[in-house]
Every structure is written in structure tokens, then in C-alpha cells.
């Protein structure tokens, strides 16, 4: 693998040189680069050490600048203001740089492995057996599925985990009613597909639930069922089975739309932690991290507390002698880290969620699984909203069902995807096709492009809108760079560092340049909307570049073509990339 430094980084590091040849009494030294409109970089760093020095900043700037090394990177470099730094870079440096990024073979476009990855387990898609997937559980799958993909990419070794809900007192009763009322979940025709198996399920959890709440008898023998389950009695568990087998039809149906993949490996609900329980719950009480409490085992925090005042437990185990959902959390931490070996773990969990998994890490650093070589971070997320700013919910006040959601998006995009299908010559395959990806696209970037911890507005007419900051912006993007390349003729894309730089050609180089360093930083802060936003403004700089510099015009000399289409084919593998690591296809044709 090429991979190539960015231009920042070598020029931050010349600049670090100088620093410390010209002043060699402040040390070590940032020079605080940044971009700027005044110049491509301005560095701010001399300011605070004519403080420390006691020095005159415009003096030590200009000793600065002498001392930078002589070379093809800076191309003009002036002392502004009180000693800062405005630094253009050399036009022949920022095309020979991008011509490296464009000939690593492998399609990482000269992004670099980060040194200091590991191993992370990201939890994720967290699905219910035997209940429907709504709006809120897009969220962690879109999110965490994006992080996975962007952590791998910058080298990170991931186990995905999907902690279904597969466990718990509602499994006696829905077991109780297959013995009482055999072949129940057995579909009308046969059919085995997931809406099928999901109307199945729902068939079976009303008349459990009916028969539940009205029969007293049967809610005792559920109540039985439950133990049996928990005692591992065979038949029950083969039942139980069951129940898992056909929500997983409905589940990996659902990721299908959402064009993610889920493997089985990966699921590991509640249940795969059932046997760590008592030892969990033992070492807890033994190390004296969790004590006894009105007959349950609870932990207590000096900073947790109610509205009565009083400090508030994480209960681990029940009076009843029933474990709570902290039980299989801790199990589960005690599992990644010293069985998985994991030194990461990242939960994309709703933000309603937090206090909760604030109380499990720090039980979880009590009881020494995390300390300061393994860690545990939450990745919260806010709720989609509907346009009035509410929880999004249907006209009769239910929660959205997600499948439905993901159907509207297709067939509005579709709709979008069709009224340009002629222009552009598409087939019906090709529109069914886009629509698809546009309409999935369309509902993950809008997701993606909002920080994850903040509620968003779910407004598909806005998602699936060419203009603006939408998928379909992006998307359209990619699509008309391959139309340009398809009408080039024999001219081919060719990096020519002797030509000089119109001002969009430069300002679309500099920001293709900062692939690299975005990634690291989208993955060191698990900030995923930080990639959407340079890939919008990515597009963005296409769109100036458009407007300003022809590519295909025959007034421009051949060397002219060449580099500008070598411009736009980088920037679109370097869309084609993003998007891909945000989960979003790119249409070649749109």
C-alpha cells in the first residue's frame, strides 16, 4: 500500500523544524496550521511563543521563514499581521502529491493506516425477537454500520456485535402459547420470506398476549415457562429457538433494504451471556464493587441519585434472584475484553440510554475489565423526529415501522430517479435500480450528516432533493463526472505538475488532499457526519470547479484536459470511497 502524507502534515512538519532551528529555547512547538482564505494555510503559532520568549512576533516570524528548508512545497510564504503566517504551496507540489494519492493501486487513495489501531468491538443493531423494527432502530444501524466500515478502513481489527433482545419474562408466555397452540409459526403457504415471517410473529404475540391478560391460568403457566427457559429445560429451549430462527428471516429482510449486511457470527443477544451471569454477579459482591441492598444486588454511585435524594442503584441481580439488564451488559464487557481481547468497545446506543451505561462502565473500571488500557465509549444518538419536531410516528400516533419507511424513500426517490431517466437514457432494471439506492442512500445520509448525539427531522421530501446538502447532491455528482469521462474520447485522465492552477483547480486539490486526515480524525472521535461534510464540500468544490474551468472544451490544449479530467476522476474515486465507508452506493449513471 502508497501511502502518501498529506500536504498539511508535510508542511506542519517544516514548519515544527524551523521552529525549533530558529528558536531553540521554546522547545518543542506547534505551529498551529490551519486553513485559511487569506492564503491555502496560515500557521498562528509564533503569536503565543513571542509571549513565552518575550520576543517581537514579526522578528521571530521572519526567523521562522528563513529558516524553512528550500524546496518544490512553498511557493510564497508572508509574514501578516502580528507574526502569523500566510503560506501558499506551490501548484507543481499539490498535483504531484494528488498524482501519488491517484496511483495507489489498492483504492485507499494514499490513505494510511492509523499506528495506534487496535481491536474495537462495535455493538450495534440491536433488534428485538419477535417485534417489529421501527424508526428507532435506524439510527444505531446506520450509524454503527458506517463506523465499522470507516474504522476498518483506518486499519482497526473489528468484531461487529449485534446484542439482540432475545431473552426475558415475554418468552414464557410466547412459549407457552406454541406448546398450548402447536405449529403457530408456521406460514400460510410456506413462505419463508420476512414479511411473511414478521406478520407470523406479531400473529403469535397478540394471541399470546391476549390470552395472557385474560386467562390467569395461562399466566401462571407462562410464568413457569419462564424458569424452564432459564434452567435450559430442552423443550423449551428448542421452542425458543424457534422464535429466533424466524425473527432473524425478518430481521436480515430489513437489512437487506437498508443495504447493510448483518452476519449471523455477529449476533450475540442477550442470551449468549446467560452462562457469565452468576460469575459476574459473584465477583461483583466478592471484590465488594456491588453489595446487598433489600435483597438485590445493587451498585451505588456517589453522584446518581433520584428526585427524593437518595442515591440510585444499578440493580444487577433482583430481589427475586432475576438478573437485570446490567447482569448480561457487564457479562458482555467481561466477555469482549478478556475473551475477545478487545481494547475498544463502542456502544451506539440511544442517548436516552446514557445514564444507564455511565453506571455500567464505571462497575465495569470498579471491577478492574476496564482501566486505562481498555476502554468503553458510548456512542449516543438523539431521535428522529417528524417535520412538526415531535417523535416521529405515523397519523394514528404508532411508531413508524421501518420497513415502511425505507419502502417510501425507494419509491419517492424512484419517482425523482425516473422523470430524468429519459435524458440520460436508463433502462427500467437501471431506474429500480437507482431508486433503491438513492431512496436507502438518501435516508442514511441524512442520519450520517447530523452529529449523532442531536435529534433529526425525517423530511424525505427534502432527503431526496438534488439540491442541497442530500445524498442525492453527492450522488449526482459522481454520476455527472462519469458522464464527462465516458464523452472524453480518446483524452485520459494524466496528472501534468507543470501546469499552473486556476484557483477552483487548487482549491478542489487542497480538499481532495484532506481525504486522509478526515478519516483519522471521523475515527478517532467516532464522528461520522464529520465525513459527510467534507464529502458534501467536496461536491461542492466539483460544482465551482464546473462553473469555472471546462474540462472537455476544445479551446483548452490537450495537457489541460488531461489534468483537469485527472482532477475530476480523483474526486470522483474519492466520493465513490466516502460514500461507500457511509454505507451509500453511487450510480454510474444517474
Not at 410456506?190 to 399466566?219: C, H, I, W
Not at 419507511?405 to 426517490?413: H, I, Q, T
Not at 464522528?527 to 461542492?540: I, N, V
Request: with cysteine; aromatic share 6%.
Amino acid at each position: 500500500m502508497a501511502s502518501v502524507p498529506s500536504l498539511a502534515s508535510t508542511l506542519q512538519q517544516q514548519l515544527a523544524d524551523a521552529l525549533t532551528a530558529a528558536l531553540p529555547d521554546a522547545g518543542t512547538a506547534d505551529p498551529l496550521l490551519r486553513r485559511s482564505d487569506r492564503a491555502d494555510f496560515q500557521a498562528n503559532g509564533i503569536l503565543a511563543l513571542a509571549k513565552k520568549l518575550k520576543g517581537n512576533p514579526r522578528e521571530l516570524a521572519g526567523q521562522v521563514t528563513a529558516a524553512l528548508p528550500a524546496g518544490e512545497l512553498i511557493k510564497d510564504i508572508e509574514v501578516s499581521g502580528p507574526g502569523f503566517l500566510n503560506i501558499t504551496l506551490a501548484d507543481r507540489t499539490i498535483v504531484e502529491t494528488l498524482a501519488a494519492r491517484a496511483a495507489d493501486g489498492e483504492g485507499r487513495l494514499g490513505v494510511p493506516l492509523r499506528p495506534e489501531a487496535g481491536k474495537t468491538v462495535v455493538d450495534y443493531a440491536q433488534p428485538n425477537v419477535a417485534k417489529e423494527m421501527h424508526v428507532g432502530h435506524l439510527r444505531s444501524a446506520v450509524i454503527g454500520d458506517a463506523m465499522v466500515n470507516i474504522l476498518e478502513f483506518t486499519g482497526e481489527d473489528v468484531v461487529r456485535r449485534h446484542h439482540i433482545g432475545d431473552w426475558g419474562t415475554q418468552f414464557g408466555m410466547l412459549i407457552q402459547y406454541l406448546i398450548e397452540h402447536p405449529g403457530a409459526l408456521k406460514h400460510e403457504g410456506g413462505a419463508t420470506d420476512g414479511e411473511a415471517a414478521m406478520s407470523t410473529l406479531n400473529r403469535v404475540y397478540k394471541a399470546s398476549r391476549a390470552l395472557f391478560d385474560s386467562d390467569e391460568e395461562f399466566k401462571a403457566r407462562s410464568r413457569d415457562r419462564v424458569v424452564a427457559l432459564q434452567a435450559g429445560d430442552p423443550e423449551t429451549l428448542e421452542l425458543w429457538q424457534g422464535f429466533v430462527d424466524e425473527s432473524k428471516i425478518y430481521f436480515h429482510s430489513v437489512f437487506d433494504k437498508l443495504d447493510m449486511e448483518v452476519r449471523d457470527p455477529d449476533i450475540v443477544g442477550e442470551s449468549g451471556y446467560n452462562d457469565m451471569l452468576e460469575e459476574t454477579c459473584r465477583i461483583l459482591e466478592e471484590t465488594g464493587v456491588a453489595v446487598r441492598s433489600e435483597g438485590a444486588l445493587c451498585v451505588f454511585f456517589d453522584d446518581v441519585k433520584g428526585p427524593d435524594g437518595n442515591k440510585v442503584p444499578l440493580i444487577v441481580k433482583k430481589t427475586n434472584g432475576g438478573y437485570g439488564y446490567a447482569a448480561t451488559d457487564l457479562s458482555a464487557i467481561r466477555n469482549r475484553v478478556q475473551d475477545l481481547k478487545a481494547d475498544t468497545l463502542v456502544y451506539v446506543v440511544d442517548a436516552r440510554q446514557s445514564l444507564h451505561f455511565k453506571m455500567v462502565f464505571e462497575t465495569a473500571r470498579r471491577a478492574g475489565w476496564l482501566n486505562e488500557d481498555v476502554k468503553a465509549v458510548q456512542l449516543a444518538f438523539g431521535t428522529v423526529l417528524g417535520k412538526d419536531g415531535k417523535p416521529f410516528k405515523t397519523r394514528e400516533g404508532e411508531t413508524v415501522r421501518l420497513e415502511d419507511l425505507l419502502d417510501e424513500a425507494v419509491s419517492r426517490a424512484t419517482a425523482v430517479v425516473r422523470e430524468k431517466a429519459e435524458k440520460v437514457g436508463l433502462s427500467e432494471d437501471e431506474i429500480v435500480e437507482n431508486g433503491r439506492y438513492v431512496g436507502v442512500g438518501a435516508v442514511k445520509y441524512a442520519d450520517l450528516s447530523t452529529s449523532a448525539v442531536r435529534d433529526y427531522k425525517f423530511d424525505l421530501d427534502q432527503m431526496v432533493s438534488l439540491n442541497g446538502d442530500t445524498s442525492v447532491y453527492l450522488q449526482y455528482a459522481y454520476a455527472r463526472i462519469q458522464s464527462i469521462l465516458r464523452k472524453a474520447g480518446d483524452a485520459v485522465p494524466a496528472a501534468h505538475p507543470e501546469l499552473e492552477l486556476a484557483p477552483a483547480e487548487r482549491a478542489l486539490g487542497l480538499h481532495l488532499d484532506q481525504f486522509g486526515e478526515v478519516l483519522a480524525d471521523v475515527a478517532a472521535g467516532y464522528e461520522p457526519h464529520k465525513l459527510a461534510a467534507y464529502l458534501y464540500q467536496l461536491a461542492s468544490h466539483l460544482t465551482t470547479f464546473y462553473d469555472q474551468c471546462q474540462v472537455l472544451s476544445a479551446d483548452n490544449a490537450p495537457e489541460v484536459v488531461e489534468n483537469r479530467l485527472f482532477l475530476v476522476d480523483l474526486t470522483a474515486r474519492t466520493l465513490h470511497r466516502g460514500m461507500a465507508l457511509l454505507g451509500i452506493r453511487t450510480p454510474e449513471r444517474l
